[in-house]
């Protein structure tokens, strides 16, 4: 469920975010992609709630 394409991927945190702040939000982490967001949601997550 986390593997989603670089551009498909829709940011879950903030600037900064850690590994398990991410993870405590339910979403997905993977920062080996510079310029990328590193903290984003699951395939067919939810995106964009406040």
């Known amino acids: 469920e ?4 670089p551009a498909m ?3 879950c945190g903030w ?4 590994r398990d702040e991410c993870l405590l939000k339910g979403c997905c982490f993977n920062s ?9 949601y699951k395939k067919g997550g939810s995106c964009c709630s406040s």
């Open 2 to 5: 986390c593997l989603v394409r």
């Open 9 to 11: 991927r829709k940011d």
């Open 15 to 18: 600037s900064g975010i850690t």
């Open 32 to 40: 080996s992609i510079p310029g990328v967001a590193s903290c984003f």
